[in-house]
């Protein structure tokens, strides 16, 4: 007798029918790093609260795009590099509004890492932003002048991708402009609201953003009505 082997070796299980995983739509998270949780150096309130929604969402997608905030250490817009400019306060950076911020996700740093309870074996894709320390990249497709691409359009143009869901980190920011970008480029877009969590610097900041996705064509939506 010898021992009996599987017929089909080396095949991962798909806990879902083939069915529920949607070819032309991509996941994009936005900024689930270190820094942006709880004893990160930006935190946004409650911020770590997404990633189990992230986590939920990931097995659904088979393309999950997943956007890091990459500043170099000397970033221009980190109030230490403007003598003078205190936190949070708004400064002219070569020509742009610029919030001064508390150094964070400084590359190669741990503060820049994806959190580690985020299923990263589900992530098929990262885009770097705010790399170039002159300018501020909010949107995971272009910097705030709008004057380079990250290159995300294309990847996601590559893929076939017509449909972009998006959830993360901040909702006033980061993930408002890039939801803003999505529909520009022509993507459907649809944010998960109950992934995203604002800084509100200002208490009208995060339903500001709301109101503005809405205006702009952006579907808004909860994880369960995803899920289902
Ligand atoms: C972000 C402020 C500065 C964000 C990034 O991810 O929303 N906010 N850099
Ligand atoms: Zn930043």
Not at 76 to 100: C, E, H
Not at 156 to 173: N, R
Not at 207 to 227: D, V, Y
Request: glycine share 8%; charged share 20%; proline share 4%.
């Amino acid at each position: 007798r010898h021992t009996r082997y599987p017929l089909v070796t080396g095949v991962q299980t798909c806990a879902l029918p083939i069915s529920r995983i949607k070819k032309n739509q991509a996941l994009l998270l936005i900024d689930l790093q270190n820094d942006f949780v709880r004893g990160g150096a930006l935190a946004v309130p409650s911020g770590e609260e997404v990633i189990a929604i992230a986590n939920q969402l990931i097995p659904r997608f088979e393309m999950v795009v997943a956007t890091q905030d990459w500043h170099p250490k000397d970033h221009r817009s980190f109030a230490s590099q403007n003598p003078g400019v205190s936190l949070y306060s708004q400064f002219d950076l070569n020509g742009l509004p610029q919030t001064a911020w508390p150094d964070h996700c400084i590359e190669q740093t741990f503060g820049a890492e994806l959190v580690a309870d985020l299923d990263q074996a589900g992530v098929t894709h990262r885009i770097y932003k705010g790399t170039d320390r002159s300018i501020d990249s909010y949107s995971g497709f272009y910097d705030n002048g709008h004057r380079k691409s990250t290159g995300l359009t294309q990847l996601l143009k590559e893929h076939g991708i017509e449909q972009v869901y998006l959830m993360g980190l901040a909702t006033d920011y980061c993930v408002l402009f890039s939801a803003l970008d999505s529909v520009r480029e022509g993507f459907h877009t649809t944010v998960i609201s109950d992934g995203c969590r604002g800084v509100g610097l200002k208490p009208t900041d995060i339903p500001n953003a709301w109101t503005k996705m809405e205006h702009a064509g952006i579907q808004i939506i909860e994880s369960r009505a995803f899920l289902g």
